[in-house]
């Protein structure tokens, strides 16, 4: 089986001017210096990109975007090129977080050409997915990972899919303080990642990083990351203060 690097991805979401950003990762670098065996990510938002990239340059720390357009160029008024995502020092690019499906329209259709424009420009497509509260109560969480992956993913090739992270976000789980069980965690992992053996290949299953994000924080990281399907968490809330992240990133 292919060894996969842990990989602990902050999304800041809508928060924090450039100055804040730039003062929390100067804050973060010296924290994580110890770091070994395990991947750091942090997504600012769009004006913060370039200068955070910059100040965390020669760390462990890499940059991530929260979303990408899928044309070139152009009159896009208001988007974002993945060249442009390059040139700020990005090396990955957050794709179909649930806050976008459910606040500006994506689709896995949208997911999926997002996914394709990050692919081109050599960056790494962290794609989410995940159900809502209704839809787990009425048993649909499987078949929603289904659609999403099915969907979200068509068209790659299976070394295209090999470079990607999916995150698993249970939409009632995220930023409701309402963390998942380790039971319901585990079982949608070890799910996505029987699902990922028999939809493309073992080594797609094998290679592909599975991270968990909904309410992580410092004191359910240990267990969390226990879990044998659990490759990463994606943080929102707990990923805005230095020490908490910190305590995230050091897991147990
Ligand atoms: C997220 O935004 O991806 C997330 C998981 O948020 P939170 O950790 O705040 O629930």
Redesign the pocket.
Known sequence: MAKRTPLIAG?W?MNKTVQESVETAQALIPLISDVTGREILIAPPFTSLAMVAQTVKGSLINVGAQNIFWEKSGAFTGEIAGNMLVSAGCSYV?IG???RRQYFGETDETVNKRIKATLSVQLIPLV?IGETEQERESQKTFSVLDTQIVNGLKNFSMDDLCKLVI?Y?PVW?????K?ATENQVQEVHEYIRKFLTKQYSASVSDTVRILY?????ADNIDRIMALPDVDG???????LDVKGFNRIIHFN
């Open positions: 999304n979401k957050i977080h649930s806050e989410c995150a976000e789980a995220i930023g409701t303080g963390t994000g909904g309410s992580v924080k968490v994606l943080v929102g809330g707990a990923s």
